[in-house]
């Protein structure tokens, strides 16, 4: 069972520079979900889906884009990266809205701008 | 503003003993609350939940309790034991809306 995977687990940027990031999740779920943690703090909500081809803003949008062109796949594009960019970015996914259902997440990608 | 707050960054337990982490909430709305357990270089993994109409949910060595009128959650972990060493994170939501997560708090399991 892999669930959910994140590709790639690393990745060193510079400034303006653009990559994708992407989420891949094998359990046939509705819902995706991208996040970002840093230290000390929680897990923030970048952008999420509700389906295939939807997608939604979430807590700290801005300066990212997404997509989900598949059902099992969610990307998240840096257009521009900038140094506040630098993160730990969690996929998640559940079968319904996380409200009350618990979210399957990945192992994260280690995002560093320089 | 934080509505979800885990006041303790860190706490260390020794092993065999209860390990209790907190939680607090500020919105009166959230009707369901959620712990995470995230080990180093993993994701976060479920651990368990409580809905607002109950006080309490019990799973083998963890249980948490749910304080509305305090908006106060806990999570006991009883015995405590090395593998639970990892952060803990705190969630809560309103109605199928997203889920809103605490800061975590690091526990440590001492030998």
């Known amino acids: 069972n892999a669930g959910v995977t994140q590709t790639p687990k690393f990745r060193v940027l510079k400034t303006g520079q653009s990559m994708t990031l992407l989420c891949a999740q094998d359990m046939n779920h509705e819902y995706m979900y991208w996040y970002r943690q840093d230290p000390g703090m929680g897990l923030r909500l970048i952008h999420y889906s509700v389906g295939e081809g939807t997608t939604a803003k979430g807590e700290v949008p801005d300066g990212y884009n997404v997509s989900r062109l598949k059902k099992q796949n969610f990307l998240l594009g840096l257009e521009s990266a900038a140094p506040s960019q630098t993160s730990v970015y969690f996929c998640a996914s559940s079968y319904e809205d996380a409200g009350n259902q618990p979210q399957h997440f990945g192992d994260g990608t280690r995002l560093s701008i320089l | 503003d934080q509505q979800v707050k885990q006041n303790s960054p860190s706490l260390s337990v020794q092993e065999g003993r209860i390990s209790i982490l907190n939680c607090d909430y500020t919105n009166s709305m959230f009707d369901y609350f959620l712990w995470y357990k995230k080990y180093p270089a993993e994701g976060p993994t479920f651990l368990i939940s409580?809905?607002?109409?109950?006080d309490k949910n019990e799973d083998g060595r963890f249980t948490v309790f749910l304080n509305k009128s305090a908006k106060h959650l806990s999570l006991h972990i009883v015995p405590s034991q090395p593998g639970d060493s990892a952060v803990y994170f705190c969630a809560a939501s309103f109605r199928d809306d997203k889920i809103i997560f605490g800061k975590g708090t690091r526990l440590h399991i001492l030998p």
């Open positions: 409580i809905s607002s109409i109950k």
